[in-house]
Structure formats: C-alpha cells, structure tokens
C-alpha cells in the first residue's frame, strides 16, 4: 500500500488516451457512444493496494468489489476502466485476471460465475490506470456482482496496486481481499473486508475501489438465477411468511415466482430481490417446495430451482479423518 502523489491525481490532462474528470478520476476517450453502466471513479481515497500475482508466492493477493446492473434486460459489459498504479518499475503484467462473481447476500462474493485471461492486446495500461476491453464482451443480468482484477507481474519486487475510493455509495458492500497462507493478511485467506477485517491498508482507509463499467444497457431478458431464500425454512404449522425473500439476479419487473410450478403474487423489490407472501395454509404439514422464477419473453425463461422446507432441517455431523 502507498499513498499517491497529488500530481498523479491533478497534474494530468491526457494519458495515453485516458482523460482526466471532476475530481482527479479518469475516463477513456470513447470513439464510440457507450452507456456507463456503473461507476465508483470519481473519489479517490488516496490509497493504493496491491492486487498481484508475482514471482513471490507468499506475497500473492487479490482484491474485489461489488457493483450493481441496472438494466431492464441483459447488460453487455464491453470493458472496465480502474484506477491503479505500480510499486517498483520496468516491469509491466504479462495479464490480468478479471473474475465475476455473484453475491452472496453476506458481504463477500459468492460463486465464482466467470473468469478471463485478459492478454495485453486487450488492455491498455496508462501508468498503471487500465482500460480492459471485454472480447467477447459479457453478459450479465441486472443485480449485484463482484469483479476481481489481479495483475501477473514476472518479478519479485514490482506489484499492481488498486486504488480505493473514499465514499461508500453507490457501492452496497465495502471492496474485499483475499492473500496467501503466511503471508500479507494472514487472516484473510478467503474472501474478507478489506479494511474493516483484513486492516489493507488500515481501519480507517477508504472502504472501496476506482473502477467503471461500461457497456450497453438494454437488451433482451436473461433466463433469471435463485441464489438463495430468505427464510429458508420454517417448522410445520407456521404462521404466514411475509416476506419470503427471493435473492438472485436477473430479476425484471415482470418476473413471476412459481411456488411448485405454480405462479403466485410476486413484489419486484430489484434486479436481485423479489418478494412474496407464504400463506399459513401452505405450511401446515411437512414438505419440500420447488421455488423458481419466470422471467417472459423476449429471452427469458425459467430460473433454477431453490427448495423451500417445512420442516426443521437436518445437520449431520462432519467427520475429520
């Protein structure tokens, strides 16, 4: 971690393509119209943290943020711009890591739903500022994500380091990281807040991370994805549950939860919630509910399903040989 100089920030107008904006953020000279599908870019916090994959393992690390799509139907992610800079010189990164992750609805990153190998042809680095171009782009639905960088530097010294962003909005969790075993961080091996948990760079650092996204904001309804239910489950004889949350992604406003097959009053909260009401009646004996989600068409379609349980589950011991 370091602080960056205030001439990084102000002393620049154009950098290899890159303009400067309000603020001391950075923004690509588009040749093109593109919507700006999420941005975090525009308060730096003055801090700078490695996110690397060097020569020295034990130094290894990764950093990650959340971000939210609000797009009526898919979201075509053509690039990401960051903030970053470099400790050392004379090396540049052989790649960049760029993973996508769903939410977990807990503060970290969920399943890991896509990783790239994004080779230097497909990313301009201006200083340390990378402008990575999506080829083929991605599709994501409407909801929250997380998305990692880490840079492959070939050298034991030189590392990649992410800037942070000194507000919390419009970000819903504060930015995470994750290290080796033994070493920076030790205690944060898997995925933990970076600050609040991990103290990168201290307890009193900005909580998030400079990036964009840009892409194209509309398009056709993705097939919609359950990540989890919100009770899960309740005992036999229940009073109504209201709400059962549904939390996920790919969620439009027409989006129907079917309640074993069967469709039922559904509450469009956001991209990554809806909610419906489980009357009493339905909860009297016993059973395991198929819950899923429709999405109509254009595109669309029918989610995976999550099981909603009346009854008390069952935890079987895990034995350690």
Partial sequence: MWRKSLTHWLGLVLIGGLLSAPGGAFHRASASPQDILYTQNDQPGGNSVRSTNGLLDVQDNQLGDDFTL???GSCTINSFFLSGDY?????SPTDLLVEIYADADAGVPGALWHSRTVLPANFVDSGGDFMINMVPPLVLGGGIWWVSVQATMNSFS????WDDHLAAAPSVYPSVYRGAVGGIASQCTSWQPRVAICKQPNATAAPDLMFEVEGIGTGDNLAPYILRLAPAFVPPGSGDVAPLKIRGHSF????EVRWDGAPVPTTFISNSELQITVPAAWLVARDLIEVTVFN???GGGTSNP???LVGEPVFLPVIRR
């Fill in 158 to 161: 030189v590392t990649w380091t």
């Fill in 306 to 308: 999550r099981y909603f």
């Fill in 296 to 298: 109509p068409p254009v």
């Fill in 252 to 255: 439009v406003a027409t989006s």
């Fill in 87 to 91: 400790q050392g010189s004379g090396v």
């Fill in 70 to 72: 609000n797009c009526s």
